[in-house]
């Protein structure tokens, strides 16, 4: 009985071999043709598929791309574009030309279509690649960034293929091993054809699952926090020094001891500008301003944490300022220096800020395993603090405010359940490039006013929140602006803002609308194709030049007044202080 099975398994997929190859292997008897596609055995729908879905890939994304990253979602959509045609030539085969007279084709066609269809698809992606080098420098001028060459982008198409031919077949070994695990099945204990097919196909799936979630990722994920553990414990930025100041972390007052604070705690303590030099630069007696910070080995666990920074602020005195700043941060914990440096010379050193270190790893690894404790972290810091400061009288309590860019959003607001729960939390909120999974920021967004737009949206009125991409933006719409303030800058080519899975398979808002002011109007949704370009996107991010893409430089400081400003400060201030900001950040270069 089991013999007859597996014989019956053996024609059966026999038979199939035989209808796809009817219209897509040709099976011809030219010998030279005939080795070739032996050996390759390719599937030429798969191929026009490929090519297909490779000149998609070549369209603009939100950001310029070079030939590296190109060749890499090229690779991938190619691969992907040729499972699609296969399940397309399948079905081809298997309802449509099936039994008719006149397929196969005669011999001469046949050997045609062989050599014709592979010669289209690389003619047809070298033409698509000279129109994307030039689209391109294109969109690499609307960022004022340098732009790819023509011969150089060229070699994308060999990246693209080697790439394709390696997730090809990574494809095809899974398939080999579920045909033999159903062979296996069946040859010994007599299984159902297709019950053994069905769970050999399972038993596949699951297997992959278990490799690549409980081997690969959780091992990278060990291994990569490790390796930024001790980068994080031993190495200390260029030029950052121990603080003497009292009124920094990491001093010899301090009560979190300067070793424990970490890569990027150690470089927040250690910069910024003193007393005298914001008295200097302002022409006002300046105080010193007050940095806090709490790295992850300065003690064990989070609540301990919670506990030693409110502990700090006591001891710094930061109660007794005018503002205290409350920063969730990053993955590493980086905090933005030109916002650190911003918030300095617009409070003329009257304010305290805190932030802490939650994870090792770098903002877009946290960001993909490690969500869930940014908003744990976020809450419990904002909780904390506020906590203790609700307590000093009404009267004789400095400003509350948040501040949050990139991972540090999602943080910071994973503290706050509505605007409403803010409003009455603290004195404003300003959030730079928030992930587009936010969950208060897509609440906002999808309740926007009708008729606008999800990448300039306007919520309310403009009541309590709104969301700009330039400084310009901030004023509008030019309604009344409620205290406290909450803004969102969001650029409309930042991928950070615009991830989302949901690419995959649905064309968003945004690549509906009219495009935002530097985003090409020749970007267009495709299916799967988009979603990987965006996601190359994220690796350039933030190497664009300001404003642009994850690069808000010193449009920071426009949201900062609008939110925090204080009394009298007009836009003579605004300028004075960004022509410092900007002779700050060409002596110190650049920061990440």
């Not at 997929?13 to 030279?32: K, N, S, Y």
């Not at 090519?51 to 950001?63: D, E, G, I, R």
């Not at 449509?96 to 046949?110: N, T």
């Not at 410092?580 to 270069?589: F, V």
Request: hydrophobic residues 45%; aromatic residues 8%; glycine residues 8%.
């Amino acid at each position: 009985m089991a013999a007859t099975q597996v014989d019956r398994l053996a024609v059966i997929e026999a038979r199939q071999g035989q209808i796809i190859a009817a219209v897509t292997d040709f099976g011809d008897r030219h010998p030279l043709t005939a080795r070739v596609w032996g050996r390759l055995s390719l599937d030429f729908a798969g191929i026009a598929f490929a090519a297909l879905f490779f000149c998609w890939s070549l369209t603009p994304s939100l950001l310029p791309r070079d030939w590296l990253f190109q060749g890499l979602i090229g690779g991938i959509n190619a691969a992907v574009g040729y499972g699609v045609g296969c399940v397309v030539g399948w079905a081809v085969a298997r309802f449509v030309v099936s039994g008719r007279r006149w397929w196969p084709p005669p011999l001469p066609v046949e050997r045609a279509i062989k050599v014709a269809v592979p010669a289209a698809a690389v003619l047809a992606s070298l033409l698509a690649l000279v129109f994307a080098a030039d689209q391109q420098r294109e969109l690499a001028a609307l960022m004022s960034a340098e732009g790819t060459s023509t011969p150089g982008y060229l070699r994308t198409i060999l990246l693209s293929g080697t790439i394709a031919a390696l997730a090809i077949s990574a494809w095809r070994g899974l398939r080999y091993i579920r045909r033999w695990i159903s062979l296996q099945l069946t040859r010994r204990t007599g299984m159902p054809l297709g019950l053994a097919r069905t769970l050999g196909l399972l038993l596949v799936v699951l297997m992959t699952f278990m490799l690549i979630d409980g081997v690969l990722i959780r091992g990278a994920y060990a291994i990569i926090n490790s390796a930024f553990s001790i980068h994080d414990d031993t190495a200390t930025r260029a030029g950052a020094e121990q603080p003497m100041s009292p009124a920094r972390s990491g001093s010899p007052e301090s009560l979190a001891p300067w070793s424990t604070l970490g890569y990027e705690g150690r470089n927040f303590v250690s910069r910024g500008l003193d007393a005298d030099e914001l008295t200097a630069i302002n022409g006002d007696e300046a105080q010193e301003p007050i940095r806090v910070y709490v790295g992850l080995d300065t003690v064990e666990t989070a609540e301990s944490r919670a506990d030693l920074v409110v502990a700090e602020l006591e001891r710094t005195g930061a109660f007794d300022r005018s503002v205290l700043v409350l920063i969730p941060t990053t993955g590493t914990g980086w905090v933005n220096p030109t916002a650190a440096q911003t918030m300095e010379l617009v409070h003329n050193g009257d304010l305290a800020m805190v932030a802490w270190q939650y994870s090792y790893l770098p903002s877009w690894i946290s960001f993909l395993a490690d969500r869930g404790k940014a908003a744990d972290a976020g809450e419990l810091l904002v909780d904390r603090v506020h906590e203790r400061w609700s307590q000093l009288p009404e009267n004789d309590r400095p400003k509350l405010y948040v501040y949050g860019e990139s991972l540090g959003t999602q943080s910071g607001e994973g503290t706050f359940d509505s605007l409403a729960e803010i409003r009455s939390t603290v004195d404003g909120v300003l959030w730079v490039g928030p992930p587009n999974s936010n969950r208060l920021w897509r609440q906002i967004v999808e309740r926007r006013d009708p008729g606008t737009t999800e990448v300039a949206p306007v919520y309310s009125d403009g009541l309590v929140v709104r969301f700009a991409d330039r400084k310009e933006d901030i004023a509008h719409p030019p309604t009344p602006w409620l205290s406290p303030r909450v803004l969102y800058l969001q650029h409309a080519s930042d991928p950070v803002v615009w991830w989302s899975p949901d690419l995959l398979l649905r064309r968003p808002d945004w690549l509906s609308e009219p495009p935002g002011p530097d985003r090409l109007p020749q970007m267009r949704w495709f299916p799967m194709v988009t979603f990987w370009q965006v996601s190359a996107d994220l690796t350039n991010a933030a190497v664009v030049p300001d404003g642009h893409g994850h690069n808000y430089g010193t449009t920071v400081l426009d949201g900062w007044v609008a939110v925090a400003g204080p009394e009298g400060w007009t836009d003579t201030d605004t300028e004075r202080v960004r022509a410092t900001l900007h002779a700050l950040r060409g002596s110190e270069g650049p920061e990440k």
